[in-house]
């Protein structure tokens, strides 16, 4: 416990609190005017008041045309339903900038839809939104399928025996024990929309902003640090909100549910609704989860491996090394990044999973997940301006970067192994003992052997995760040493063919890394490997 | 003593789970506590495991205070209520565990776990996985597994609760017959009071945490030590009553008991075979309210026209019919005074 305490106190408080001081702080004085100062700011409250309309509406958006594939995946039984259910959770590990670059190639300037009718959303909301929806379908479709597929269907068929119709006995019985799983689902998927920075940075243009891509604007491009303070203040008081009602829907969750194996619950689709229903939601993942990825590949192929060659190159000055030097620094980086999440995210999922903690330890639970939601921006300018004197001088260390990253994959490795080790049976380590196991023994033969495969899981996730991490890595990795998402920006950030190719060439290969170490996942799941 | 218990106190939340528990078992003793849930029988063996950490009181193996042995150092087997096999190892893996935490030999493991399943009844399941085996068979694989390491107490926490009643009554008599031809010390704990008779030397009745009554099979069978005992053994015809001499007054008219019976204000229990139907107009008059089939009797349950009701034993042609009207007499050798 003291372990993971110490990691998030000095790689996540303190970075945090030392640019939110240098923001707020003149002269040895608090300044806490310039909170209402800023917030006065008709600019800002703009850039406030979209970032939370675009949240709602990105939420709406992603259970409006992912609560139908929950259902789907839950209740029906179709040849490819487990190669399907991969390419649904594709999205969701993708980097923020490859989502973004992949509706660039398809709704913006010279994409699909513009060869084809000469449509452009990329200066619409509208790409953000469909951005959002296409990131998070797999959150909805995980969380709420997954509890979905667990509903025993003998509770339905109860209240059909006492005169429920079949829709009222959806209403009353399905419903109410889902709803605590679509709440929580909605706030997951809030939550990464209201602090979303890649998309709506490569997607949003001059005219909209969210509150992380203002923060960055204010940080990098305009240097005025208290204004930037005071967003992440907001940020981090919002996302606090969210976090709590979620940790509250999540024990809501946890109530007395009769559930039952997934397995037995699915059946073949009866029936012109059914078949309709199934035919809708593949309709739906090929327009809006393969498409535009497909246009992603295209493009990036357009005039044969032209744009890949030229990765190669070290000239035309937009690094210093070639692009494709990035792939293997995002591989180093992100490797070093899963290891530290996983050691700190096990020890920390440990602690909180004996019976016997206490409330103190709970809290931390949600603390955990803050690192999700607070501007990862600022952590990325915090780590330069808290780290860099003794006795933790490490802006010249390569071991920054992954740090950072571990921060973000922390979390995902906690909601991984957590629910892995509360469900091992404490009356299982009771017979181990008294067979004559001594405790650490008892860890070794009962815990180690039914956490691997979660323990496996979560470093996939985080080794992900690692790899597109782009808000706080875009601060600290350095000119000669860029990662994968940062070479992605920074060539998108360039004008010319060439650059735009390379762009498209290098989201590529990140998404294959991606989806690769996701398939190899799918292959190790198991039913109770938590929330994502 | 093998096992001692002294004074042994639990509390849960200031609420006495075992409350002051005096328990001796000698060597080769089959002792079973018998109890409804909630009387604090299985804490008491999570007690003796060393699983549970006692409030006040002492637990003593082979006279030794275990106050400062953990768990894994008592020596002392415990079988499970719901087996708790580990999912991930086989069956012989599951048996083997035991012996290898004791750090024994590759050969000896094997050989000892042949042994083993042979004994249980289950030889050549060593390779075969354990979510595959019936109720029946991870019962007797949870069995091999703790007798593996030859424990010097073995504890049963409900060894057949689960199983149903034809294969649990054949695993009575197993279990008994392999106990005694090893000479195991046995302690279990259940709430059906057919298993206890039938596989104990000595039964423990166990009521909120205290020892109710302790004695063989026959002796509480026989004389249940109270009105809690006697109804908690199935028995329902149960008064209030006083008694002078030979004879007590109760709800149902005068009741014979036997001599030497305690006197004054007692509590009297009339087993059913005690309870005979005599002709309409003699004896205390009755209505035959429900009758249950049991087997090799039908139970007759008597509504009087004052007092509670009354179950009666009958052979299967000499049964009334619901609704009959019945006479009823009681038999001084069937009735028991409490208390």
Known sequence: MLVPVAFFAVFFAWPVAAIVTRGLKADGVWRFGRIADVLGQSDIRHVLWFTTWQALASTALTLLAALPAAYVFARLDFPGKQVLRAVVTVPFVLPTVVVGTAFLALVGRGGLLDELWGVRLDTTVWAILLAHVFFNYAVVVRTVGGLWAQLDPRQEEAARMLGASPAAAWRKVTLPALAPAVAAAALMVFLFTFTSFGVVQILGGPTFSTLEVEIYRQTSEIFDLSTAAVLTIVQFAAVGAVLAVHAWTVRRRESALRLVDPSVTARRPRGAGQWALLGGVLATIAVLLVLPLAVLVRRSLDGGFGYYRALGDADGGTFLVAPIESVVNSLEYAVAATAIAVVIGGLAAAALARRDAGRLVRGFDALLMLPLGVSAVTVGFGFLIAL???????????????????????????????PVLRAVDERLREAAAVLGAAPWRVWREVDLPMVRRALLIAAGFAFAVSLGEFGATVFIARPDNPTLPVAVA??????????????MALSTILMVVCAVALLVLERLRTDRTGEF | MLLALDAATVRFGGRPVLDAVDLDVAEQELVCVLGPSGSGKSTLLRAVAGLQPLDSGRVLLDGHDQARVPVHRRGVGLMFQDHQLFPQRDVGGNVAFGLRMRGEGKAQQAERVAELLELVGLPDAARRAVAGLSGGEQQRVALARALAPRPRLLMLDEPLGQLDRSLRERLVVELRELFGRLGTTVLA?????????????????????????????????????DEFVARFLGFDNVVPATVEGTVAVTPWGKVPVPEGSGQGPRTLLVRPAGVRLVAADAGLPCTVAARTFQGTHVTVHLQPQDGPRLAAACALREAP???????????????????
Not at chain 1, 494 to 503: C, E, H, M, S, T
């Open chain 2, 189 to 225: 704990v259940t709430h059906d009071q057919g298993e206890a008779f039938a596989l104990a030397d000595r039964v423990v009745v166990m009521r909120d945490g205290r020892i109710a009554q302790s004695g063989t099979p026959l002796d509480v069978w026989q004389r249940p030590a």
């Open chain 1, 490 to 503: 920074r060539l998108l950030s360039r004008p010319g063919d060439l650059n735009y190719g390379q762009a």
């Open chain 2, 321 to 339: 019919e619901t609704g009959d009207a019945v006479g009823v007499e009681f038999d001084a050798a069937e009735t028991v005074v409490l208390d």
């Open chain 1, 388 to 418: 860099d004197k003794p006795p933790l001088d490490l802006r010249q260390s390569w071991i920054l970067v992954p740090l950072a990253q571990a921060l973000v994959g922390v979390p995902f490795v906690v909601r991984t192994m957590l």
